[in-house]
């Protein structure tokens, strides 16, 4: 069993950053693939950025692309989503997931969920 701690979600204004983290414990967490899913208000849970095990491979949905970064930090058992130049599109809860298969399966279907931090863009 994996466990999923997000943090850092707040209100911003828009232009402005946050980053997000996500604190894993339980299975090996440098064996797990990571990732963000978010859900805008009244809308479906999306894709957002996902890393693979070793952090050689990221993936990165087009609508954040080149203004969000995921990375990972083995030593703290920790995966971070810098979030630059928001939106008020980006509002969303944003969610830590883990797979323990691909970046590629976590993007479509995660093994793991957290319990989600809210996101809230003023425009």
């Known amino acids: 069993q994996v466990q999923l701690v997000e943090s850092g979600g707040g209100l911003v204004q828009a232009g402005g950053s946050l980053r997000l983290s996500c604190a894993v414990s339980?299975?090996?967490?440098?064996?797990?693939?990571m990732g963000w899913f978010r859900q805008p208000p009244g809308k479906e849970r999306e894709f957002v950025a996902a890393?693979?095990?070793?952090?050689?491979?990221?993936s990165t949905a087009d609508s954040v692309k080149g203004r969000f970064t995921i990375s990972r930090d083995s030593a703290k058992n920790t995966v971070y989503l810098q979030m630059n130049s928001l939106k008020p599109e980006d509002t969303a809860v944003y969610y830590c997931v883990a797979d323990a298969r691909s970046v590629a399966t976590l993007a479509r279907s995660p093994n793991y969920w957290g319990q989600g931090t809210q996101v809230t863009v003023s425009s």
């Open positions: 890393i693979s095990w070793s952090g050689g491979s990221t």
């Open positions: 339980g299975r090996t967490f440098s064996r797990y693939a």
